[in-house]
């Protein structure tokens, strides 16, 4: 096949105890899957404390593989860019419409990532009823560990996920407080697409979001997963 320029190279995370790399395909993030996170942003109770999960998406090419501390420069257009580590799910197969008990069939692994977030660029869209790409899928928006296949960690469901800025422990929480558990929310995202191999999911963010700047070291986990750590430059 021939292109008028050469395509550019496949978005890739290292695979922890193997050579090969896992090629991102798409990035699916989950919106307000922690109910202390929902109630800091401002989200109102639902009765039954499970509002319809819902989506938004960063470029493939967003992604900052994070073997060893990495660097992630700061974004312009933004005075208020915030940290959100969540847990990430890579798919191994795909499907629409998938059943909730076959969702975890479809998982080929687990990494530890970093949704940032142009916090006062995505409140201007909110309040204007805009989309919020720009607020979200920036370039080096979506920083990722190496992704632990199934074969080493299972399919956790509980266990620490934490966040600390320079030390400082900012985000604490447990895997068990997802509002949607990951069965959950691939089941739901493939209503809406077809889903394939190559996807990756942010599962959502506990509460203690907040704003770094420049020379910040973030380091991050979750328990059974692995850590990250990202310096802000």
Not at 144 to 159: K, L, S
Not at 193 to 200: K, N, P, S, T
Request: proline letters at 6%; charged letters at 20%; one cysteine or more.
């Amino acid at each position: 096949m021939n292109f008028a320029f050469s395509p550019p190279a496949a978005a890739s995370l290292a695979i922890s105890g193997s050579t090969c790399r896992f090629p991102i395909r798409r990035i699916f993030c989950v919106g307000r899957n922690y109910a202390d996170h929902a109630r800091e942003m401002g989200a109102v109770e639902q009765a039954d404390g499970r509002e319809p999960p819902f989506f938004f998406m960063k470029p493939s090419d967003a992604i900052v593989s994070a073997e060893g501390e990495i660097s992630v420069a700061y974004p312009p257009l933004t005075k208020n860019l915030h940290h959100e580590v969540e847990m990430i799910v890579a798919l191994g197969s795909g499907g629409a419409n998938a059943a909730v008990d076959a969702a975890k069939s479809m998982i080929f692994g687990y990494a530890v990532g970093l949704d940032l977030t142009r916090r006062d660029i995505q409140a201007r869209a909110k309040e204007k009823g805009q989309p919020w790409d720009m607020g979200k899928g920036f370039d080096q928006s979506a920083v990722a560990g190496a992704i632990n296949p199934v074969e080493q960690t299972g399919h956790p469901d509980r266990g620490r996920i934490w966040l600390s800025v320079n030390g400082q422990i900012r985000q604490d929480g447990d895997l068990s407080a997802m509002i949607w558990t990951v069965a959950d929310v691939i089941a739901n995202l493939s209503t809406f697409v077809r889903l394939e191999a190559g996807d990756l999911i942010y599962t959502g963010t506990p509460a203690g979001v907040g704003p770094i700047v420049p020379g910040d070291l973030l380091e991050a986990g979750v328990e059974g997963v692995g850590t990250l750590r990202a310096r802000i430059v």
